[in-house]
């Protein structure tokens, strides 16, 4: 699913990753933690196709990271950063109604969706006027529509109270045992020793930690 070697990431000339060796199997489930600056977000956002390899080699989803088509790649990926690229003048049924369309996917598959992430008495509700973990799980709702193969997920534990983290760790559980692979940034390990991750612990752009 994901294989990198020796990747570097420059941004100005400053190194975000700095030489990162990687290697992650389908329908697996992997916590990147470190520091602020480790380089979390941007090992995410180069698996996401969202930045340049700058060096080494990389392969995300069979596409090659330097010659391959990213545009091909972010169609083929998840991502779920800190703000979600929602309407905050439309409704949450009428940003998943727009999504849908964009992805080709039937509309009348919104309803579950949302009832999965816990929205439906916010279906009507307008963008601006949920809490911020609230958005989150609009996000989340968005993955399951897309049902991509490689989920990233940055800091998705952040604005969610312990019920919602909870609910969390019972969708990624989930998501994994349906075959999709799933990388998550966070400070901290998941509390859901359930799960079983991979963690890898970032410093200085590097992986300086690797515990199945």
């Not at 340049?52 to 790649?73: F, K, N, P, Q, Y």
């Amino acid at each position: 699913m994901v294989r990198l070697d020796d990747a570097v990431v420059l941004s100005n000339g400053f190194p975000l990753l700095s030489g990162v060796d990687l290697e992650l199997v389908a329908g697996s489930l992997s916590v990147i933690t470190g520091a602020n600056g480790a380089g979390k977000t941007s090992l995410l956002r180069l698996l996401g196709g969202l930045v340049a390899l700058s060096s080494g080699r990389g392969t995300v989803v069979g596409i090659d990271l330097s010659e391959g088509d990213l545009r091909h790649l972010r169609r083929r990926v998840g991502w779920l950063g800190h703000e979600g690229s929602f309407y905050d003048d439309l409704s949450v049924r009428e940003n998943l109604e727009f999504a849908a369309r964009a992805l080709g996917r039937p509309t009348q598959a919104i309803e579950g969706v949302v009832e999965r992430v816990g929205l439906t008495h916010r279906i009507d509700t307008t963008t601006k006027q949920l809490s911020a973990g609230q958005r989150r799980r609009l996000g989340l709702s968005w993955l399951l529509l897309r049902r991509p193969e490689l989920w990233l997920l940055d800091e998705p534990y952040a604005s969610l109270d312990d019920e919602g983290r909870t609910f969390f760790d019972g969708l990624l559980g989930e998501v994994v045992a349906g075959g999709a692979t799933v990388v998550v940034s966070a400070h901290d390990p998941l509390r859901s020793a359930a799960l079983h991750p991979r963690t890898l612990t970032l410093a200085g752009g590097r992986i300086v930690s690797d515990v199945a």
